[in-house]
């Protein structure tokens, strides 16, 4: 009998060893994707959490526009009508005194930047009288109380004696 309950005890060893190894075989794919889940999860925290504080800063910083009376900020905050940058600009060019005459303007369809604003390109095709003209012109343009525009680049042919045509490519930026 006790040879009997020898081999009872060997034969269970043996079955537990098994299970186990059957156990780890089955299981250690779950244990390691369990573990690459949960470095995942906390990776994904800290970006959640960095991208809150970001969001955080970004609505601070929207709150403080809106609120103050900055007038460089609320020239891209107005509204864009093309009829008034339109008459805008021919007004500044077609002053008596200003020595500029346009011929063309062609006005782009506006598309939303990196930075969120909408970009309208604007060229102008003017008949200049002097390069101070077309400096002043410029210095208005740049000064401008209503409109932000800006001035990529600006070649055009220099002649003293003589009127020139130019291409003014203006850009505005607007929210």
């Given at each position: 009998m006790e040879n009997l309950n020898a081999k009872n005890k060997l034969i269970a060893n043996i079955l537990i060893i098994i299970s186990l190894f059957v156990?780890?075989?089955?299981?250690?794919?779950?244990?390691?994707?369990?573990?690459n889940n949960k470095e995942q999860k906390e990776t994904l925290a800290i970006q959640l959490e960095d991208k809150q504080k970001e969001l955080k800063k970004f609505e601070e910083i929207k709150n403080q526009i809106e609120n103050s009376d900055n007038t460089e900020v609320n020239k891209y905050n107005k509204d864009f009508a093309e009829n008034?940058?339109?008459?805008?600009?021919?007004?500044?060019?077609?002053?008596?005194?200003?020595?500029?005459?346009?011929?063309?303007?062609?006005?782009?369809?506006?598309?939303?930047?990196?930075?969120?604003?909408?970009?309208?390109?604007?060229?102008?095709?003017l008949n200049v009288d002097s390069e101070e003209?077309?400096?002043?012109?410029?210095?208005?343009?740049?000064?401008?109380?209503?409109?932000?525009?800006?001035?990529?680049?600006?070649?055009?042919?220099?002649?003293?004696?003589?009127?020139?045509?130019?291409?003014?490519?203006?850009?505005?930026?607007?929210k």
């Open positions: 156990l780890v075989l089955f299981t250690k794919d779950a244990y390691f994707n369990l573990q008034e940058i339109i008459d805008y600009l021919y007004g500044l060019t077609e002053a008596d005194d200003s020595g500029i005459k346009v011929i063309s303007m062609n006005l782009d369809a506006g598309e939303i930047n990196k930075q969120g604003f909408i970009e309208w390109e604007i060229n102008m095709n003209n077309l400096m002043t012109l410029i210095g208005k343009l740049n000064s401008s109380e209503d409109y932000k525009f800006f001035i990529e680049n600006l070649d055009y042919p220099f002649n003293e004696d003589e009127k020139f045509k130019v291409t003014l490519p203006l850009k505005v930026y607007y």
